[in-house]
């Protein structure tokens, strides 16, 4: 565990989880993606002595949720599982994120961990702020890589949850997930005018005091992936072709079903945001649905 201030640190990790702690006493923002993770978590709380009473979800992808239900097993004085409004709904039930990613009855290759974590309880967010003791928790509403991802705040540390990337995580996968278009730039544009805080904590990517380098990276990214897209509609074709025509052009890996699953509803996303903006049209023409260029 790396504290930051005296009451707020984080566990790292291929999820940086955060803690929020008082002499005795323990909050943690996120878990990682399964009991590995939870395990490293409670070694890393036994170390620094402290008893966890709560989590603070940032949003419902597995690998933020996937360690709740072995946190939730070994700390009996657990008090609440938070997470924002209908994200907490995918904790308590995960098979949903395969429902809505495949659109029915979800096949085997779409119900593993990595879309999947241990389901749990989990209650929406009562308010803004949290109380803990004499801390404040501040929660920042961050849509788009989810429905209605947050961050929290507390102790001038700002745990930014999915809302940016690092340079190497858009080289390796080439596309970033995304689920709303027009909310992941709302956000990534109101980070470019954060307070001063002690650190930011981005989820995966090495905690720091200034993140205006990586938004105006995935900025650029975003506005990349849509113009390649807009341009891949110059001639009429389905989501399904423009999915894999993008991953061609931009040497996109295409690994797994599960991975083409997520890059398909990326490429959704895009083209539901240029439809609002008038620059496609979409349009059923035999029996397939078509998305050209306007």
């Given at each position: 565990m790396k504290m930051i201030t005296q009451h707020v640190?984080?566990?790292p990790g291929p999820v940086n989880v955060g803690v929020i702690r008082?002499?005795?006493q323990g909050i943690l923002v996120d878990t990682g993606l399964d009991d590995q993770s939870a395990k490293r978590i409670i070694a890393a709380a036994e170390e620094a002595?402290?008893?966890?009473?709560?989590?603070?979800?940032?949003?419902?992808?597995?690998?933020?949720?996937g360690g709740n239900a072995r946190i939730r097993k070994s700390f009996k004085d657990?008090?609440?599982?938070?997470a924002p409004a209908i994200e907490d709904a995918v904790i308590r039930y995960p098979i949903l994120e395969p429902?809505?990613?495949?659109?029915?009855?979800?096949?085997?290759?779409?119900?593993?961990?990595f879309l999947m974590g241990k389901p749990s309880p989990a209650e929406p967010l009562p308010s803004p702020t949290i109380p803990f003791e004499d801390l404040t928790i501040q929660v920042i509403s961050l849509p788009g890589h989810s429905i209605n991802q947050v961050g929290y705040v507390c102790d001038n540390v700002f745990f930014c949850a999915d809302s940016i990337f690092p340079k190497g995580i858009v080289e390796k996968y080439g596309l970033l997930y995304c689920f709303d278009v027009e909310?992941?730039?709302?956000?990534?544009?109101?980070l470019?005018?954060?307070p001063p805080y002690k650190m930011i904590v981005p989820s995966h990517a090495?905690?720091?005091?200034?993140?205006?380098?990586?938004?105006e990276e995935n900025i650029r990214h975003m506005e990349e992936i849509s113009e390649a897209i807009l341009n891949l509609t110059s001639a009429p074709k389905t989501a399904d072709t423009l999915t894999s025509q993008l991953c061609t052009q931009r040497d996109i890996p295409l690994k797994s079903i599960w991975q083409y699953h997520l890059h398909l509803n990326t490429v959704k996303a895009y083209l539901a945001a240029l439809l609002k903006e008038e620059m496609v049209s979409v349009f059923v023409e035999e029996d397939a649905l078509i998305w050209v260029r306007k």
């Open positions: 640190g984080f566990i008082t002499e005795d002595s402290i008893d966890i009473i709560g989590i603070l979800n940032t949003h419902a992808h597995a690998d933020h949720y657990l008090r609440f599982i938070y429902v809505y990613l495949f659109g029915a009855n979800p096949i085997a290759q779409l119900k593993g961990k909310a992941q730039q709302k956000t990534l544009h109101s470019k005018n954060l090495r905690p720091r005091q200034n993140i205006s380098l990586l938004v």
